[in-house]
T-cell receptor, first 112, second 115 residues
């Protein structure tokens, strides 16, 4: 089955930059998503990559290397409100119909 | 535009009881899915559907049933609740399960406790 791996927790200072990594193994890769989830809330969409390279959206950037099964999410100019869990999700068609599977998430704690 | 509506928000069941978690979306999304989220386990896919009349098992389907008789609705049934099913459940939908960059839209979640 799919295997999606993320480190579990990191702490960073307000204004800093953090990089959150995601590695995956899957069949029939259709794209990779990053979501943000605040405690007690539903995940919300941040970014999408299907081709190799960097996608930039304001303070957030996401990178994909399909050959390495690797993605990262870069958070710049960290703000307190960025304290959340960051989830990567892989869309694939190798297990029957298209589906989206998530990694375990990476908890980012921003301190003053 | 309501998006994805999940009910109930909270539920307490006794072991062996059955219940249905409701999910409805008004965005004409073909893809709908159910996830459970447990501490340290991330979001795990229970069942999903790529259109009315089609359902598939995800990573953790045992103990759950689904049906998709309409595009809008995708209920999740717990047949005989067990304490291991205590979790937060999310329903999510999208146009095409992520192909073409269509992101998942999530409901607000259901916190289920089985005693």
């Amino acid at each position: 089955g799919q295997n999606i791996d993320q480190p579990t927790e990191m702490t960073a200072t307000e204004g800093a930059i953090v990089q959150i990594n995601c590695t995956y193994q899957t069949s029939g890769f259709n794209g990779l998503f990053w979501y943000q989830q605040h405690a007690g809330e539903a995940p919300t969409f941040l970014s999408y990559n299907v081709l190799d390279g960097l996608e930039e959206k304001g303070r957030f950037s996401s990178f994909l290397s399909r050959s390495k099964g690797y993605s990262y999410l870069l958070l710049k100019e960290l703000q307190m409100k960025d304290s959340a869990s960051y989830l990567c999700a892989v869309s694939s068609s190798g297990y029957g119909n298209n589906r989206l599977a998530f990694g375990k998430g990476n908890q980012v704690v921003v301190i003053p | 535009n309501a998006g994805v509506t999940q009910t109930p928000k909270f539920q307490v069941l006794k072991t062996g009881q059955s219940m249905t978690l409701q999910c409805a979306q008004d965005m004409n999304h073909e893809y709908m899915s159910w996830y459970r989220q447990d501490p340290g386990m991330g979001l795990r896919l229970i069942h999903y559907s790529v259109g009315a009349g089609i359902t598939d098992q995800g990573e953790v389907p045992n103990g759950y049933n689904v049906s998709r008789s309409t595009t809008e609705d995708f209920p999740l049934r717990l047949l005989s609740a067990a304490p291991s099913q205590t979790s937060v459940y999310f329903c999510a939908s999208s146009y095409a399960a992520g192909t073409g960059g269509s992101p998942l839209h999530f409901g607000n979640g259901t916190r289920l406790t089985v005693t």
